[in-house]
T-cell receptor, first 114, second 113 residues
Framework: AQSVSQHNHHVILSEAASLELGCNYSYGGTVNLFWYVQYPGQHLQLLLK??????LVKGIKGFEAEFIKSKFSFNLRKPSVQWSDTAEYFCAVRGAGGYNKLIFGAGTRLAVHP | EAQVTQNPRYLITVTGKKLTVTCSQN?????MSWYRQDPGLGLRQIYY???????DKGDVPEGYKVSRKEKRNFPLILESPSPNQTSLYFC????????????FGEGSRLTVL
């Protein structure tokens, strides 16, 4: 079955700490991969996406993610988090080519303390 | 400003009282979709629409209806709401048949007593 697994449901960090959020997916075939962020009380916004090419993708606000095809993973990273990064982060996968449903992970809630 | 607008943002209702959550986008997107967000479950798709008069079920369509009479609007209808439909609902739209980036509305928090 197609699915997305986010390993950590809650992460607590201090400012300036490094961040890595795990995402693994189960999907046959070529995929498009996404990370969305939801700040408290707001709607989801696209952080970054991977369609093809360089597996290291850079997004907004200093975030990056690396697609490792052999591991079916698309982990999100940031070298130094800020208090304003406190949010919920969702990994999502979709089959490439034509319409395919976007499948979301359960989300990881990140709290950054000053 | 490009946006997806949902109304109402917050609603408390009682079991069985029909309600409609409206969704409108101003980006001329063909594709629109409804999701519900529940703790620990992420976002699950309720219905989607590839274009006007074309709708299809997502993962959790039971208890919901939709319509797509105009390109910009995609209302979500709960004919007889039940407490298990208490959730946070998001409308989203996209270009290119749902293959592009999804733009989300602000969300509608619904409580059914």
């Amino acid at each position: 079955a197609q699915s997305v697994s986010q390993h950590n449901h809650h992460v607590i960090l201090s400012e300036a700490a490094s961040l890595e959020l795990g995402c693994n997916y189960s999907y046959g075939g070529t995929v498009n991969l996404f990370w969305y962020v939801q700040y408290p009380g707001q709607h989801l916004q696209l952080l970054l996406k991977y369609f093809s090419g360089d597996p290291l993708v850079k997004g907004i606000k200093g975030f990056e993610a690396e697609f490792i095809k052999s591991k079916f993973s698309f982990n999100l990273r940031k070298p130094s988090v800020q208090w304003s990064d406190t949010a919920e982060y969702f990994c999502a996968v979709r089959g490439a080519g034509g319409y395919n449903k976007l499948i979301f992970g359960a989300g990881t809630r990140l709290a950054v303390h000053p | 400003e490009a946006q997806v607008t949902q109304n109402p943002r917050y609603l408390i209702t009682v079991t069985g009282k029909k309600l409609t959550v409206t969704c409108s986008q101003n980006m001329n997107h063909e594709y629109m979709s409804w999701y519900r967000q529940d703790p620990g479950l992420g976002l699950r798709q309720i219905y989607y629409s590839m274009n006007v008069e074309v709708t299809d079920k997502g993962d959790v369509p039971e208890g919901y209806k939709v319509s797509r009479k105009e390109k910009r609007n995609f209302p979500l209808i709960l004919e007889s709401p039940s407490p298990n439909q208490t959730s946070l609902y998001f409308c989203a739209s996209s270009t290119t048949g749902g293959t592009g980036e999804l733009f989300f509305g602000e969300g509608s928090r619904l409580t059914v007593l």
